[in-house]
């Protein structure tokens, strides 16, 4: 990043705002009387008091922000310092209400992030319904019954819409929201590199081209090469199944017919498969769900890569981390052990990710509307 004289200026460290910092806006909006200024302080966007007490329970959560090393490129963090001061305060807020309200929101936002950057880059693509021009990707293998958080950024976007119209991208909300709900379930903060523009397309083949759960460890990591993404990149962010669910549907084959001669996947703990089958049978129960992350299924930490190193990753591109490659397995290993560690990559990396082929300058433009393009 160049300040004004052309100099290379690091990013600050800034408290990007973690939990307490959250739950204490909520707090004071509610029951402090201070309401927020402007339109979405009107729209009366408050707690209840069961609300509040599930906020409490987002206690530890780190707040320290981790820095780029360098930015090569013209997303940056202060995008909206001027042109909508209140942008990442509107987004935290929204997103916070969204996780006290259903905790599994965290890991839904920070899965559409992905979703969006591995088709077409960081463009919201993803959040483009069906209308004449538009084939959706909500539509595709990966999103279809499963992609969720739609809601979420409607209203942040219009609550954007209403305190700067015409400003704030989607893609840019979608940035943030990731980082705002890996914050709030304990994980490491970041500043999120901003000035993204929206798509005027999707592409459904693309999304039908994300990483499956059942590809092999070379065909995903291929993918994320393909994306600008290495394997130190990819342990990292596979880290994010330390939050939310699965379906039966995604796991299935693991524990049935892994590889077509009716046995199960061995590398999958075998009292854990059994309990697993009693709410995942041979047929039926698809959209069951599941904790990626038995352990602790609400709160980022580490204990993803614990799981694995117990042959307890629920899908198989989780457990092929430590099973498929020499050097993937070193870093599961370094990751169950240092949690630190592992915060301060995927920080790293979410920004790498978000940075995958951003539109910039004119090119795209500021949907009024994640779900449409605008007409002109
Ligand atoms: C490495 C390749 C990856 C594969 C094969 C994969 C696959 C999956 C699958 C199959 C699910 C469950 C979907 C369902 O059954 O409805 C899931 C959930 C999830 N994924 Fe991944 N994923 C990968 C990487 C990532 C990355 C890079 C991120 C974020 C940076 C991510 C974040 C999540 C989250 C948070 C959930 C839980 C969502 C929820 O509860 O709504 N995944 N993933």
């Given at each position: 990043?160049?300040?004004?004289?052309?100099?290379?200026?690091?990013?600050?460290t800034?408290?990007?705002?973690?939990?307490?910092t959250?739950?204490?806006?909520?707090?004071?909006?509610?029951?402090?009387?201070?309401?927020l200024?402007?339109?979405?302080?009107?729209?009366?966007?408050c707690?209840?008091?069961?609300?509040?007490?599930?906020?409490?329970?987002?206690?530890?959560?780190?707040?320290?922000?981790?820095?780029?090393?360098?930015?090569?490129?013209?997303?940056?963090?202060q995008?909206?310092?001027h042109?909508?001061?209140?942008?990442?305060?509107?987004?935290?807020?929204?997103v916070?209400?969204?996780?006290?309200?259903?905790?599994?929101?965290a890991?839904?936002?920070?899965?559409?992030?992905?979703?969006?950057?591995f088709?077409?880059?960081?463009?919201?693509?993803?959040?483009?319904?069906?209308?004449r021009?538009?084939?959706t990707?909500?539509?595709?293998?990966?999103?279809?019954?499963?992609?969720?958080?739609?809601?979420?950024?409607?209203?942040?976007?219009?609550?954007?819409?209403?305190?700067?119209?015409?400003?704030?991208?989607?893609?840019?909300?979608?940035?943030?929201?990731?980082?705002?709900?890996?914050?709030?379930?304990?994980?490491p903060?970041?500043?999120?590199?901003?000035?993204?523009?929206?798509?005027?397309?999707?592409?459904?083949?693309?999304?039908?081209?994300?990483p499956?759960?059942?590809?092999?460890?070379?065909?995903?990591?291929?993918?994320?090469?393909?994306?600008?993404?290495?394997?130190?990149?990819?342990?990292?962010?596979?880290?994010?199944?330390?939050?939310?669910n699965?379906?039966?549907?995604?796991?299935?084959?693991?524990l049935?017919?892994?590889?077509?001669?009716?046995?199960?996947?061995?590398?999958?703990?075998?009292?854990?498969?059994?309990?697993?089958?009693?709410?995942?049978?041979?047929s039926g129960?698809?959209?069951?769900?599941f904790?990626?992350?038995?352990?602790?299924?609400?709160?980022?930490?580490?204990?993803?890569?614990?799981?694995?190193?117990?042959?307890?990753?629920?899908?198989s591109?989780?457990?092929v981390l430590l099973?498929?490659?020499?050097?993937?397995?070193?870093?599961?290993?370094?990751?169950?052990?240092?949690?630190?560690?592992?915060?301060?990559?995927?920080?790293?990396?979410?920004?790498?990710m978000?940075?995958?082929s951003?539109?910039?300058?004119?090119?795209?433009?500021?949907?009024?509307?994640?779900?449409?393009?605008?007409?002109?």
């Open positions: 990043m160049k300040e004004m004289g052309g100099r290379e200026k690091p990013y600050p800034v408290d990007v705002g973690g939990p307490q959250v739950v204490a806006a909520l707090w004071r909006c509610c029951g402090g009387g201070a309401r200024r402007g339109s979405w302080g009107a729209l009366g966007m707690l209840d008091e069961g609300e509040r007490a599930e906020a409490s329970s987002f206690s530890r959560a780190s707040t320290r922000a981790f820095l780029p090393k360098s930015n090569g490129n013209k997303l940056y963090p995008f909206y310092a042109s909508c001061p209140r942008a990442q305060e509107i987004v935290k807020f929204i916070a209400k969204a996780v006290v309200k259903e905790a599994r929101m890991a839904s936002l920070l899965r559409l992030h992905f979703h969006d950057c088709v077409k880059g960081c463009d919201a693509s993803l959040l483009l319904d069906n209308s021009s538009i084939i990707e909500k539509q595709s293998d990966p999103n279809r019954n499963s992609a969720r958080g739609f809601e979420v950024l409607d209203e942040i976007k219009s609550v954007l819409e209403k305190e700067c119209p015409h400003t704030v991208s989607c893609a840019d909300i979608l940035a943030l929201a990731a980082r705002d709900s890996t914050v709030l379930t304990g994980g903060g970041w500043e999120v590199p901003l000035g993204r523009r929206d798509s005027r397309d999707a592409s459904i083949s693309g999304s039908n081209n994300i499956a759960p059942n590809n092999t460890f070379q065909t995903i990591l291929t993918k994320f090469n393909l994306k600008g993404l290495d394997i130190v990149d990819l342990v990292a962010l596979s880290g994010s199944h330390t939050i939310g699965a379906r039966c549907t995604s796991f299935r084959q693991r049935y017919n892994q590889s077509g001669n009716g046995q199960p996947d061995y590398s999958l703990e075998q009292v854990y498969a059994t309990q697993l089958r009693t709410r995942c049978p041979r129960g698809d959209q069951n769900l904790f990626l992350d038995f352990v602790s299924p609400t709160k980022f930490d580490n204990n993803y890569f614990k799981n694995i190193l117990a042959s307890k990753g629920l899908l591109s989780d457990q099973t498929k490659n020499k050097t993937s397995a070193e870093l599961v290993k370094k990751y169950a052990e240092n949690k630190e560690l592992f915060f301060q990559q995927f920080a790293k990396s979410m920004i790498k978000g940075n995958i951003p539109l910039i300058g004119s090119r795209g433009e500021i949907r009024k509307n994640c779900r449409r393009i605008n007409t002109n």
